[in-house]
């Protein structure tokens, strides 16, 4: 029989309400009642205890908020009653031991990946057009449109077709809804030109000139992060010519980052072009050239400790925490324990799981570098009168997330329980196998783009309200909370960890069952839905406030 609530943790004076609860019903839970004072729907909490102003609350075993007024016993967190806060850390000195999970399963396991020059292998292979200030986005959109037509990788001939056929029903007078989106049927004659080729990206931004010379460098350095990705085989660049990123700064930073790049990089500048059709040619032509060469690389298997996944949490929900984050987390430490890489990022929902991060962290330097990248990050947030506390978005609190240590103690999870051996700040390259953890913000977008940035060749993006939302370069995987979700929205989720909440599956289960996914995932085998949808959503960070 499924449990009506939830206990996370003994230290816990709340309970998650699994299913919809109603004002009056008594709940029993390890041989104690509670009469419920409030209607608490599923993901939601009610205390266990009588609050009175200024209690602690504790969620996850960790101090998440503290009480406004006084609360009954029975009664609903919410907004009003209760507000965030954490408990203060520092480094310790804290001897971390880590039990590894059962990796036996998978020991001898392989992904079919593109092996590059360098040793590192990308799960993906893509040509990567870039420009160098946003007056060269419109030429990147023209160039994008005749590739990826002619080539076979666009995904909105449908819509086309759909709307051809509103056109006809409106010349003919016909009934405007007699045909429907899912009538229309894939062309089998637009088919890919080059098999190898897993598609060609662009990454149009709003930077490169204005701003700051700092906002130029940092973009400038993003930039090279995606070229070095191992996911990406070939490069295009675009540039205007008198812009604050000019192309021997950005040549400079990616030398910095590999030394050894040798993956072939055409640029273009326009301000030094006979024409603007001249310009979109050349490269149009010097691109296909590089892509009939490209094409002759073949996947190839490859262990999997060459696996770099990104872990990352969006539209999340008061099951975030329970079923999917930890499900994931589960997935990192098998990763871990096979010795490959794993990147926790959005430093402003890590607010309230600081202590027990510094604590697994592998040395003093590692975990006095995290504490500074979080301490500046939120004083910068304060000093504009905002904080880490205002992360959590409306949907985040109307599903059950109450303050942002709820939010984070719960995202936290995805990165599972293994040592942080590193920490990186946006766009530092990943070099240490194990968990490293990653400066960003919360943001999304902002999030997914630097943990490719720092070398993610595979993203797991847990979600329980539901988030179309991908990367040009990293193919991206959608994990659902709950089964609502995955039934509704089936059209962007991969995986549903619902399983763990109907008390169907444990999360070691659906650990093994992610880590599954992202062997075929990485091989080409499963196309995640965010890929076939080209959701290729790229947001630089300009390291202002962002939550």
Not at 35 to 48: M, Q
Not at 108 to 129: I, P, Q
Not at 357 to 379: C, G, H, P, Q, W
């Amino acid at each position: 029989m499924k449990a009506s609530v939830l206990k996370i943790h003994p230290k816990d004076n709340v309970l998650v309400a699994l299913t919809n609860l109603k004002k009056g019903e008594v709940i029993e839970h390890n041989g104690n009642s509670y009469t419920l004072v409030d209607d608490v729907n599923a993901k939601h909490k009610f205390f266990i205890d009588d609050m009175k102003a200024g209690d602690a609350v504790y969620m996850y075993g960790v101090l998440v908020g503290k009480t406004q007024f006084d609360v009954s016993r029975g009664g609903r967190m919410t907004t009003e009653n209760t507000k965030h806060a954490t408990g203060a850390y520092d480094y310790r000195g804290v001897k971390y031991e880590w039990h590894a999970p059962d990796v036996s399963k998978f020991k001898n396991r392989t992904f079919n990946g593109y092996h590059r020059s360098d040793g590192r292998v990308g799960t993906a292979n893509y040509w990567l057009f870039i420009p160098m200030v946003f007056c060269e986005n419109r030429n990147l959109d023209v160039i994008r449109e005749a590739l990826h037509n002619e080539l076979g990788y666009a995904v909105t001939d449908k819509y086309k077709s759909y709307t051809r056929q509103l056109v006809k029903a409106c010349k003919e007078g016909s009934d405007l809804g007699g045909f429907q989106i899912g009538d229309i049927k894939p062309d089998p004659l637009q088919q890919r030109i080059f098999k190898n080729i897993d598609g060609i990206k662009f990454l149009n931004h709003q930077g490169g000139c204005g701003g700051t010379r700092q906002d130029a460098e940092t973009l400038g350095r993003l930039l090279a992060a995606y070229c070095d990705n191992p996911n990406v085989g070939g490069v295009t660049v675009l540039s205007l010519g008198c812009q604050n990123l000019q192309v021997k700064d950005f040549l400079k930073y990616l030398n910095e980052r590999n030394p050894g790049f040798d993956k072939p990089l055409h640029v273009f500048e326009q301000q030094r072009a006979q024409s603007e059709e001249k310009l979109v040619a050349d490269a149009i032509r010097k691109t296909f050239e590089g892509l009939i060469e490209l094409n002759k690389l073949e996947r190839k298997p490859a262990p999997l400790t060459e696996l770099c996944i990104g872990v990352k949490c969006g539209g999340s929900d008061g099951f975030s925490g329970i079923s999917a984050n930890p499900a994931v987390g589960y997935c990192a430490d098998l990763v871990v324990g096979l010795g490959g890489k794993i990147l926790l990022a959005e430093f402003p929902e890590l607010c309230g799981a600081e202590q027990e991060l510094v604590d697994r962290s592998v040395d003093e330097a590692t975990a006095r570098k995290f504490m500074r990248l979080m301490r500046d990050y939120n004083e910068m947030a304060e000093k504009v009168g905002s904080g880490f506390h205002m992360n959590p978005s409306p949907g985040n609190i109307r599903d059950g997330l109450i303050t942002d240590a709820i939010k984070s103690t719960g995202a936290a999870k995805k990165g599972g329980t293994s040592p942080v051996v590193d920490v990186l700040d946006y766009t530092e390259k990943v070099s240490k196998p194990g968990l490293s953890l990653v400066c960003t913000p919360g943001n999304d977008v902002e999030a997914t783009t630097g943990k490719t940035a720092s070398g993610a060749t595979l993203i797991l993006f847990t979600t329980g309200l539901g988030t179309p939302t991908g990367n040009p370069v990293c193919p991206t995987i959608k994990v659902a909370t709950n089964s609502s979700l995955a039934k509704r929205m089936p059209d962007i989720i991969d995986i549903d960890t619902g399983a763990i909440i109907e008390g169907e599956s444990t999360i070691e289960e659906m650990g093994e069952e992610i880590l599954e996914y992202c062997i075929r995932a990485a091989s080409g085998e499963e196309i995640p839905k965010a890929v076939q949808l080209n959701q290729d959503d790229f947001i630089p960070w300009k390291r202002g406030v962002s939550l």
